[in-house]
């Protein structure tokens, strides 16, 4: 080949305004052979002449068009955006999370059961995809006011216009998936057996829309908690599984030939991206404030890292190249595919706000040493006075404060009540104090005097809201804070009563530690058993032998990190291991443990029965 050749310019096509997705006579004759070997070729009439007797055959991407992963990115990006401005703080945020990811995956995937079947490049279908990223915008738009599932009165309760838009923004989808449809059955009009499938999947789209578009008018102002939205999910769930069964049943509809599964592993790959730009974003929290990098922080963002590579490579290992299966299996591996999904972006949600709480929890521990005058070793031989105590808990407390200041005025005020209680003390109350550290009765308190006891519930009572009021602190300064949501259900607590807004917003903050933790070792579990389910579906066969055992253990794994969750109801325990930084790790060690067991093969020495009597009679010999 001359160098001239290796430069030669690459004939550019015109765009045209409409690209029919039908094969050209050259086109078929030319992969006449391959499409012998595919998996639904028998689906079609064997002679593909314009006859209205026979289907089509259709223009099949082996591989995602750009602008097919251009769409993907859009989805992952537009979820992304969802997560940065509505974190799951309560069970409301929590369901709302998993309705808004609902409707936002079924929009995708019947946008993608339309391209990977027809698309083609031209003005026309480029429009189409404007349109359906504009769909994406619109949720972008709606996502920092969607909240559906608000219940409570404390909640604001659903935003009607948000409510509305939502509703415009999945018929407009629906609406455009029409007039595609349409557009397909206009090319393919001559082929008389493509009429009533084409026709029925348009109605389809036709009735999800119009009922899409109907409810709209059903949030009204006044009514915060409606029910109507529902529908959403029923007819979202309806209209992807018509779709998807609609495809047995006729090859101009069938996804024998395209590439659904790719686009579907691609989003995985693109969900366990933003699970890392996650880990990335935590990251820069945690480093703006001082003494960030010590071992704590290291350990955790090695294991977020190693965890969300781990998951990557047990779906690809498992899963295989595998691009094409039988049309049942392949339906069920494709429906799968929308838990497996969910699972996946809750475990990711959750576990990269570990991250943070893993990095709190550390802190924490700092802000009650630094609360807690019982270190100091003068008081516990009661040779020491009020005016020593107050002296180290007050450099202790600005130094730590230096690092997590104060944001909120009533936070201040409680910490300098605390401080001005244990600086009032006298001085004699220290060695009552000291006799009563080391005292091991149970009635050692009821020994004390009026006066030592009534100093005794004055220095319990500022240590624990002094520890409470830096704690806050913490949670605040890594962006975990619940005060705005606080004030929001009780204006006039933090002027009435600064200790218990402090009380009450340290029990929210661990009750939405304790959900986060709750949630994401449950979406750990079904992640490891829908993959387990995706394997079993792309294999076709059960596994015996040593794969049956591995897949065995695998499930007592991911049996096991769901029930661990069962801690949750124990608030004693519960609060005692969410104090430790091993809450990420431990997910950490069981992906890990998955990858080895998948890579070990004791096959190799495996006892079978014939094979020890052949080597017996040969050592005999």
């Known amino acids: 080949?001359?160098?001239?050749?290796?430069?030669?310019?690459?004939?550019?096509?015109?765009?045209?305004?409409?690209?029919?997705?039908?094969?050209?006579?050259?086109?078929?004759?030319?992969?006449?052979?391959?499409?012998?070997?595919?998996?639904?070729?028998?689906?079609?009439a064997p002679d593909h002449r314009r006859h209205p007797d026979n289907y089509p055959q259709l223009q099949r991407h082996e591989e995602p068009t750009l602008l097919e992963i251009f769409y993907d990115l859009f989805f992952a990006a537009t979820y992304n955006a969802y997560c940065d401005v509505k974190e799951v703080t309560n069970h409301s945020s929590f369901k709302a999370s998993i309705g808004f990811f609902c409707l936002l995956w079924l929009t995708w995937f019947n946008v993608t059961l339309f391209d990977v079947r027809y698309a083609t490049d031209s003005i026309f279908s480029r429009l189409n995809t404007a349109i359906q990223l504009g769909v994406l915008i619109g949720f972008v738009v709606v996502a920092p006011k969607f909240n559906p599932n608000a219940k409570s009165d404390s909640d604001e309760g659903q935003q009607v216009p948000t409510m509305r838009a939502m509703s415009i923004i999945l018929a407009i989808s629906r609406f455009n998936l029409v007039g595609q449809y349409a557009w397909m059955a206009y090319h393919v009009r001559r082929f008389r057996t493509t009429r009533i499938p084409l026709l029925v999947q348009t109605a389809i789209y036709t009735v999800a829309g119009a009922v899409y578009l109907g409810i709209t008018f059903r949030f009204k102002e006044g009514n915060k908690h409606d029910h109507t939205f529902v529908v959403w999910y029923c007819v979202s769930v309806a209209e992807g599984f018509a779709s998807l069964l609609l495809s047995n049943y006729s090859p101009i509809?069938?996804?024998?030939?395209?590439?659904?599964?790719?686009?579907?592993?691609?989003?995985?790959?693109?969900?366990?991206?933003?699970?890392?730009?996650?880990?990335?974003?935590?990251?820069?929290?945690?480093?703006?404030?001082?003494?960030?990098?010590?071992?704590?922080?290291?350990?955790?963002?090695?294991?977020?890292?190693?965890?969300?590579?781990f998951v990557f490579l047990v779906y690809f290992d498992w899963l295989g190249a595998k691009t094409h299966l039988p049309h049942i299996r392949r339906n069920f591996w494709v429906a799968l595919h929308f838990p497996f999904h969910l699972a996946l972006v809750l475990f990711m949600q959750g576990f990269t706000q570990m991250l943070i709480w893993g990095k709190i929890a550390r802190q924490l521990r700092r802000a009650f040493d630094a609360a807690d005058p019982s270190d100091d070793a003068d008081l516990i031989t009661g040779n020491t006075t009020t005016q020593e105590i107050f002296g180290n808990m007050n450099t202790t407390v600005h130094e730590f404060l230096e690092d997590y200041p104060s944001k909120l005025e009533a936070t201040t005020k409680v910490i300098n009540s605390a401080l001005n209680n244990i600086s009032s003390l006298p001085d004699s109350f220290w060695p009552a104090l000291a006799n009563l550290a080391n005292d091991d009765t149970n009635d050692s308190v009821a020994n004390l005097n009026g006066t030592d006891e009534s100093n005794y519930e004055k220095l319990y009572y500022s240590v624990g809201s002094l520890a409470t009021s830096l704690a806050n602190n913490v949670f605040r300064a890594f962006n975990t804070e619940t005060s705005g949501e606080l004030e929001a259900k009780n204006k006039n607590l933090e002027k009435q009563d600064g200790r218990g807004f402090q009380f009450q917003l340290q029990e929210d903050n661990w009750k939405r530690y304790g959900l986060v933790f709750a949630y994401t070792y449950l979406s750990a579990a079904c992640v490891i058993i829908f993959v387990l389910a995706l394997k079993q579906l792309t294999d076709g066969y059960v596994a015996k032998g040593w794969g049956m055992i591995r897949q065995i253990i695998i499930f007592c794994l991911a049996l096991g990190t769901g029930l661990a969750t069962i801690v949750w109801f124990d608030s004693e325990r519960s609060y005692e291991w969410l104090q430790t930084p091993w809450v990420m790790p431990t997910l950490c060690f069981v992906w890990m443990a998955i990858v080895i067991l998948t890579h070990v093969n004791i096959g190799g020495v495996k006892l079978n029965s014939s094979h020890l009597k052949w080597r017996s009679s040969k050592q005999g010999v």
């Open 1 to 44: 080949m001359s160098k001239e050749a290796l430069y030669e310019p690459v004939p550019s096509s015109r765009l045209k305004v409409f690209s029919t997705p039908i094969k050209s006579a050259d086109d078929r004759h030319n992969h006449e052979e391959h499409e012998s070997n595919s998996v639904d070729n028998d689906r079609y």
């Open 253 to 309: 509809l069938s996804l024998g030939k395209t590439h659904l599964m790719k686009r579907l592993s691609l989003l995985t790959v693109m969900i366990l991206g933003e699970g890392i730009e996650s880990i990335a974003n935590k990251v820069l929290v945690i480093v703006k404030h001082r003494h960030a990098w010590d071992g704590t922080t290291i350990g955790l963002v090695t294991a977020a890292a190693a965890t969300v590579y």
